[in-house]
């Protein structure tokens, strides 16, 4: 009785956490231009997507921004981390940690707003470079955090045994660090790359004219009412997540199965 | 040799540390004494603590993201308790994240057509003989929809605290005869707490700021801090008064941080 209870409460939570995405997407096929009456099925507002140019060069920059700023993001957060991992006295690693955290939990508006001070008062122009410079500066920190925990896992028998035999300072780094916290490594970088797509506020701070990523497009557009293309953008955009959550899904899961091998191995 | 190597890894990481982490907190306060002639001054901070408007839109805007939180916190700890009791719990936590993988402008946008005059919501107003209402541009679709978009935040925490528990306790208060809802009120519930509160940060600290909700859903009758900020910045262009905003929601955000425990942000963010 009571198993039956909390299934239909979660049974209706799940619904409503599914229900307008669904909407969305149904509506997408519709053959109607408002989203109150389905009438028929249609590919139509699909083949207006893929003919709109501009929105196909917005989607392009998007994709760009979001793979260039997660590839330099990884790239710097992972060193930061190293160097994090390094430090031996607690209260530097603390106050590192904290400096760290602190674009994890400030509001977007505030990123946004301060951002916006920083370009204007060093005379960078608004636009594709200031919007890559945000996503890589409040992507860092998830990378960070993601892989720390790796490094901290790591043991030092292991780098020391690498020294013992000889390994340079690079070769420690390709041949044995890199390789043991891949897992961290690409688990920031779908990281990075979903704050990337996901987020508004920031951009919306400082994008300027002239340049515009999907999330501005969509606020613009849905200002100004019902629009069917923007349903089957939605569609091809939840193709795209539900593939991405399968790949971060997939790392996860192999990189968990590599550590009950490895468990396996030393009992 | 090695160690002096290993410093200059932390230069790229050290350049961001000071140009994107303390130069940008340091450039708000900056701001915020300046005013639109740009002379320093503080009356941008006398200016809001004498005015009604300024403080009434603050505390507007706390009671908001308070009633907000507080109904994420409802639905979503029976939802993380339930869920923790499946089988597969962990693929229905991934379901429970997967919505938040869906840009939010577009689940914004999909409450605009459910909650429109001839929308989906009405339908079934009308269909149960209530007959339409206005429901879109209203405070309360504001609090629904802003609640919808933060449930999975909420749900997250709380679903690792209770995967933190310790089973062997609630077998203990079971063996020593506690009833189920002593139980839970006894045992679980303060042992999962850390999850609410770290949950009530992810929560409401960006409650205050969602101003895309307020343009888009709220029709620009609730004024939140963050639409607040985001007006004197791209409206009105007055951004010693939108920084004087910004220092306020800082502030707020400490306080809330300081409140919720000292406790490390921990399953605030999907993953």
């Not at chain 1, 193709?239 to 790949?247: A, T």
């Not at chain 2, 310790?166 to 079971?174: E, R």
């Given at each position: 009785m009571k198993?039956?209870?909390a299934n239909t409460y979660l049974v209706l939570v799940f619904l409503i956490l599914y229900a307008p995405i669904l909407f969305l997407i149904v509506y997408s096929f519709s053959q109607g231009d408002t989203m109150t009456n389905y009438h028929g099925f249609t590919w139509r507002h699909y083949q207006t997507l893929f003919s709109d140019a501009r929105m196909l060069a917005i989607v392009a920059n998007t994709l760009l921004v979001a793979l260039l700023s997660s590839l330099i993001a990884t790239l710097i957060g992972t060193l930061g981390a190293l160097s994090i991992n390094r430090t031996t006295k607690r209260v530097t690693r603390e106050s590192l940690l904290t400096l760290n955290n602190v674009l994890m939990v400030s509001p977007d508006v505030i990123i946004g707003a301060s951002f916006l001070i920083f370009f204007t008062m060093l005379k960078i122009p608004l636009g594709f470079g200031s919007v890559l410079m945000s996503h890589i500066a409040f992507e860092i920190p998830i990378v960070v955090l993601m892989v720390l925990p790796r490094l901290r896992e790591m043991s030092t028998s292991m780098l020391d045994a690498a020294q013992d035999l000889g390994a340079t300072t690079r070769q420690l780094l390709s041949r044995v660090i890199i390789p043991f916290i891949s897992p961290g490594i690409f688990a920031g970088f779908f990281m990075a790359l979903t704050y990337s797509l996901d987020d508004f506020a920031v951009t919306f701070f400082v994008t300027g004219n002239g340049f515009s990523t999907l999330s501005v497009e969509i606020y613009s557009r849905a200002r100004q009412g019902i629009n069917l293309e923007i349903n089957a953008l939605s569609g091809v955009?939840?193709?795209?997540?539900?593939?991405?959550?399968?790949?971060?899904?997939w790392i996860q899961q192999a990189s968990q199965k590599r550590k009950h091998r490895k468990r396996e191995v030393v009992s | 040799m090695t160690n002096r190597k290993t410093w200059l890894y932390f230069i790229p990481y050290g350049l961001w540390l000071a140009l994107f982490v303390i130069a940008p907190v340091g450039l708000i306060i900056y701001q915020s004494f300046f005013d639109l002639g740009h002379h320093f001054t503080v009356a941008n901070y006398s200016t809001y603590f004498q005015s009604a408007t300024y403080l009434k839109m603050t505390l507007n805007s706390v009671w908001y993201a308070f009633l907000i939180t507080l109904f994420t916190v409802l639905i979503s700890y029976p939802t993380a308790y339930f869920l923790h009791q499946l089988k597969h719990r962990q693929f229905w936590l991934l379901l429970v994240i997967l919505p938040t993988w869906i840009n939010i402008l577009l689940k914004a946008y999909a409450f605009i057509g459910i909650f429109s005059q001839a929308g989906?919501?009405?339908?079934?107003?009308?269909?149960?003989?209530?007959?339409?209402?206005?429901?879109?541009?209203t405070n309360a679709s504001?609090?629904?929809v802003a609640t919808y978009i933060q449930i999975p935040f909420m749900i997250l925490p709380i679903f690792n605290a209770l995967d933190d528990l310790?089973?062997?306790?609630?077998?203990?208060?079971?063996d020593l005869g506690a009833s189920a809802w002593q139980t839970f009120h006894r045992v679980i519930f303060p042992l999962t707490?850390?999850?609410?509160?770290?949950?009530?940060?992810?929560?409401?600290?960006?409650?205050?700021?969602?101003f895309m909700l307020t343009r888009l859903i709220g029709g620009n009758k609730v004024i939140t801090l963050g639409t607040a900020i985001e007006e004197h910045f791209l409206t009105t262009m007055?951004?010693?008064?939108?920084?004087?905003?910004?220092?306020?929601?800082?502030?707020?955000?400490?306080?809330?941080?300081?409140?919720?425990?000292?406790?490390?942000?921990k399953g605030g963010t999907p993953r």
């Open positions: 198993r039956h209870l955009m939840f193709l795209f997540s539900l593939l991405l959550v399968g790949g971060y899904y | 989906l919501a009405n339908q079934f107003l009308t269909f149960i003989g209530i007959g339409p209402q206005q429901i879109l541009f504001f609090i629904f310790n089973p062997a306790f609630i077998n203990a208060s079971k707490l850390p999850g609410v509160k770290a949950g009530v940060q992810a929560v409401f600290i960006p409650s205050l700021s969602l007055n951004w010693g008064m939108g920084s004087t905003i910004g220092v306020v929601l800082i502030v707020a955000m400490i306080i809330v941080m300081t409140l919720t425990g000292d406790q490390k942000p």
